[in-house]
Structure formats: C-alpha cells, structure tokens
C-alpha cells in the first residue's frame, strides 16, 4: 500500500487548483437573458429619474423664483441626475460581461455611455453652479447654455447599438419581463 507523501499533496493541490481556475474562467460570465434583464433592471429607476430632471428643469426654467432659488434646484437636480447615471452604470459593471459574442464590447458601450452622461451632467452642474445670480438675464442665459451644452453631451454619449451585432443579447432584451 503507498501512502502520500507531503510533496504528492502539494502536487496534487496545485494541479486541483490549475483545473479549478481552468473551469472558472469558462463561462464565467452571465447569459444573455440574465445580463440583459440586469440591464434594463439597471436603466428603468435611471430613466424615471432623467424623466423627472427633465420635466423639473422645465419648471424650473420657466418658474417665477429668484435665480438664486433656480440655481440651488438645478445644481440639485443636475447632482442627482448625475448619481443615477453613476449609480446605473455601477450596477452594469456589477452585472459582469455577457457571455456572448462581443460581450465585453458591448458591456463597456454601456458603462462608458453612462460614464458620459454622468459626466455631462456634473460638468451642467457645475456651470450652473459658477454662475452668478445677481443679474437675472444674464443668469438664465447663462443656464440656457449650460443646457444646451447638456444635451449636446448627452446625443454624443448615446450608444451606438448599430456597432454591437449580438442576435443573441438582442434577442434577450426583446424577451425578457424585465426590458419590457
């Protein structure tokens, strides 16, 4: 009868360990349906939000209040469209790569259009936030352009789904309750 010796158990511990990496970097990543359904789990609170920024940056744009009280609530609600955009990024990160053809490409189109969007809106923000609310026209020009330099950033962030051919994540996202 042979019995082990330490140095086979090592041996035998470092080849486990080679095939359990082995294993683990296979199809490591989620499927199609499960990266997509994190996706859209991800943008419906971010869209909602942006919805809200924009319909309340109208009111504020045409509100009869002080630019000193527009100013606080658009530098307000730029900071917090700039969280939701970092916070739906953070959470496309966290749903990993799709095991899919380009999935790596296609996963980090999202984050970096979100990175974008969410930089846009910090750098409104802090336009706004510079500007000063003693002259009123002034101000609201001021504001103006910032706006107009957002939406500018924003059309420039946006995906371009045209360059991510995955039938298969295509498929998901048609399909699954949670893009629906």
């Known amino acids: 009868m042979r019995t082990c010796r330490a140095g086979d158990a090592g041996k035998l511990t470092v080849v486990l360990v080679a095939v359990v990496l082995v294993v683990a970097g296979c199809g490591g990543g989620p499927s199609p349906r499960a990266w997509a359904a994190s996706v859209c789990e991800a943008l419906t609170p971010w869209r909602a939000e942006i919805s809200k920024l924009t319909s309340s940056t109208h009111q504020q744009m045409t509100a009869q209040t002080t630019p000193a009280q527009a100013k606080e ?15 739906a990024r953070r959470r ?3 749903a990993g790569i799709p095991e899919t053809d380009h999935g790596d490409e296609v996963s980090k189109g999202f984050r970096t259009s979100l990175a974008k969007i969410r930089d846009a809106y910090g750098r409104a923000g802090d336009t706004i936030d510079a500007l000063d609310t003693t002259r009123a026209a002034a101000f609201y020009d001021g504001v103006q352009a910032a706006v107009d330099t957002l939406n500018q950033e924003y059309d420039a962030s946006a995906l371009d789904t045209g360059r991510l051919n995955s039938t298969e994540l295509k498929q998901a996202f048609d399909e699954v309750p949670e893009c629906r």
């Open 73 to 87: 609530n658009l530098v307000r609600l730029f900071g917090g469209a700039e969280q939701a955009s970092e916070t």
């Open 92 to 94: 496309i990160a966290d």
